[in-house]
């Protein structure tokens, strides 16, 4: 029979994709379960005494986050980290990130 032992930086590329893959589904679950509980607590804080409202539950907490979640943040995908362009650098500048701003015709640092 033969018996494999890999070490972490060992494992074959579908058993780190399945560990990744598995990490995310936690952090997803432990993200939203969450979200809903600080959403239902502030609004039980605040909206009945504030506003007049009814208290709320988790799932009202959660659905309301996901709500203000489409109507002003959307549902895409970030990748944090791995931005195309620096701060300060994008389409509408003329450098390109790593490389120093060229001066224009009014001289280095000075507004277009």
Do not use: D, S
């Not at 074959?12 to 399945?18: H, S, V």
């Not at 502030?42 to 539950?57: S, V």
């Amino acid at each position: 029979m033969n018996h494999h032992h890999w070490h972490h930086h060992e494992r074959p590329g579908y058993a780190r994709a399945a560990v990744h893959i598995l990490g995310a589904v936690v952090l997803g679950a432990a993200l939203a379960f969450g979200f809903g509980w600080v959403v239902k607590h502030l609004w039980n804080a605040l909206m009945p005494e504030l506003f007049g409202l009814k208290a709320i539950t988790y799932w009202q907490g959660l659905g309301l986050f996901i709500l203000a979640k489409l109507f002003f943040g959307g549902m895409h995908h970030r990748h944090w980290g791995r931005h195309k362009f620096r701060r300060g650098c994008g389409p509408r500048h003329r450098c390109r990130c790593g490389e120093p701003e060229a001066p224009g015709p009014e001289g280095p640092g000075q507004p277009e």
